[in-house]
């Protein structure tokens, strides 16, 4: 339930409202606009009389939100959130563009991708170093050394990087890392998703491969409710009966996230498709539906990459695309980060 206050609500008078709300079992998270208070509502609200509150003389209109996820609700936050990640802000009018290798395989491969993905116009860094791989037998990832190749490429470049997590135990090698990616397959690992909202640093968090956009939505409040706001939501592909592509693209999640939360919403048309050509095409129409940013993998040499080869654009191929690219972004009235 959300209750939006009259202008210039008495203070006296919020707080009578906020303690009688308090006897009825249900907590209200207050939000302060400029010139409107609104007060979130959580909790059993399913017993009280939305009329008792809407007579409350302070009380501008009272609605009922059906949806299970309040913090990461836009009803309860009507402006975008914006995330300043080392003065690179996402979630406003700037459009990121996130790139590197699916994997940190040296320290020579990282530092050439991130020369060359910094000139063709990306703002952070990707590049994974503890990797999620369907087979035990296949590259893993450098692990810690990967974050220290990060690191190196942070420094030399001035970008921030963006690695994945895969567990708790794993969280104080994350110290210098500026985003903190919870992949598609550690979407409902709830209790990373607790220990992440412990933190206050922005996560990036992915969507599974079989889940619904209320689930992740859900998984957002899972690190909102534990105190940290900065969450970004990443598009990547959900598994259907399509054999063509890795992954189908479900582009309508982008304008449906913007509509449904303030979050920023980031496309990986890289796993979301598995094939490089596919890369541009999609990256367009993320644009063009309001997407936020971009992850997007880019490989020194895709055919002798450990991970995700097929889908991974040449420092050429990424140099060519963002050419397109920067004009869509003008076009829609935001400028590249
Ligand atoms: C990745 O970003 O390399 C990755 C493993 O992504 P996802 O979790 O979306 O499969
Ligand atoms: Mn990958």
Known sequence: MVVILKEHAEEKKVDQLLGWLELMGVKASI??????????????????????IRAVDIVENVTRVQEPYKNANRKFHPD?????????????????????PCS????????????????????????????????????Q??????????????????????????????LDLFNDVDVIQVGARNMQNFELLKELGKSKKPILLKRGLANTLEELLMSAEYIMAGGNPNVILCERGIRTFETFTRNTLDISAVPIL??????????????ATGITWLVEPLSKA???????????????????ALSDGPQSLTPDQFDEMMVPLRNLVAYTGRKMG
């Open 31 to 52: 939000i302060k606009g400029s010139h409107t208070t609104i007060l979130g509502l959580v909790g059993d609200t399913s017993k009280i009389d939305i009329d008792s």
């Open 80 to 100: 975008n959130t914006v995330i300043d990640i080392n003065g690179r802000k996402l979630g406003g009018d700037e459009f990121h563009v996130i790139s590197g």
């Open 104 to 139: 940190v395989e040296s320290e020579a491969q990282i530092l050439e991708v991130a020369r060359r993905v910094k000139a063709a116009g990306a703002t952070m860094l990707r590049g994974g170093a503890f990797k999620p791989r369907t087979s035990p037998y296949a590259f």
């Open 141 to 170: 990832g450098l692990r810690a050394e990967g974050i220290e190749y990060l690191l190196e490429a942070k420094k030399e470049t001035g970008m921030p990087i963006v690695t994945e997590i895969m567990s708790i135990a794993h």
């Open 258 to 271: 913007k509509q449904k939360s303030h979050l920023p919403v980031v496309v990986d048309p890289s796993h």
């Open 286 to 304: 993320a644009v063009v539906c309001g997407a936020d940013g971009l992850i997007i993998e880019v490989h020194n040499n895709p055919a002798k």
